[in-house]
Nanobody
């Protein structure tokens, strides 16, 4: 089973930035498509961004222009660069495969808190 590990979260002021990282026990370079999700308190988990292969990316409208998903197949790791953070970005962020088929077991996630 693939084990996913997210890191890089923290507390940041509105307008700030963070970079999240996702690694996998199997080696994320072998996983063709990856995604970042987030879950705010009392809300359902939502898809934030996806990356297919090395270059095809898609974003939720709420983060478009502020977040960038990328991957480094050498390290290997999948990143989520988050700029111009807003309080509404506060959530636990998770990585996993895109919402097609059965997801891998969910990791612990990484908490992102944006203060106003």
């Amino acid at each position: 089973q693939v084990q996913l590990v997210e890191s890089g979260g923290g507390l940041v002021q509105a307008g700030g930035f963070l970079r999240l990282s996702c690694t996998a026990s199997r080696g994320i370079s072998k996983i063709f498509s990856m995604a970042w999700y987030r879950q705010a308190p009392g809300k359902q988990r939502e898809l934030v961004a996806t990356i297919t292969g090395g270059t095809t990316t898609n974003y939720a409208d709420s983060v478009k222009g502020r977040f960038t998903i990328s991957r480094d197949n050498v390290k290997p790791v999948v990143y989520l660069q988050m700029n111009s953070l807003k309080p509404e970005d506060t959530a636990v962020y998770y990585c996993n495969s895109p919402p097609v088929g059965t997801p891998y077991p969910w990791g612990q996630g990484t908490q992102v808190t944006v203060s106003s």
